[in-house]
């Protein structure tokens, strides 16, 4: 966000994106899910912040749902080697 603009690496290609500039990156990945990195402000560490969906069809589906979602962070984080 520092440059105000997006890079999407399948395409090799660079967007304007119309927000603030700021020190973090963001990743979107095939599925939809984002990964932010940030520096800590107050602290010598880098933030991971990690953003999944999926669609809940009822409300008898939500355990099962959340469920899978928190799959999904856990297997990013591993990934990524962060926890």
């Keep these: 966000y520092q440059k ?3 890079i999407n690496l399948q395409e090799n290609k660079t ?5 603030p500039k700021s020190n973090v ?13 940030r520096p800590s402000g107050t602290e010598p560490k880098i933030k991971f ?3 999944v969906n999926d669609k809940l069809e009822s409300k008898a589906n939500f355990l099962t749902v959340e469920n899978n979602l928190n ?3 856990s297997e990013i984080t ?4 962060v926890s």
Excluded: C, M, N, P
């Design 4 to 6: 105000q603009e997006q």
């Design 15 to 19: 967007y304007k994106i119309d927000l």
């Design 25 to 37: 990156l963001q990743f979107i990945t095939e599925d939809g899910s984002k990964i932010s990195v």
């Design 49 to 51: 912040y990690i953003s």
């Design 71 to 73: 799959t999904r962070i």
């Design 78 to 81: 591993a990934d990524l080697g």
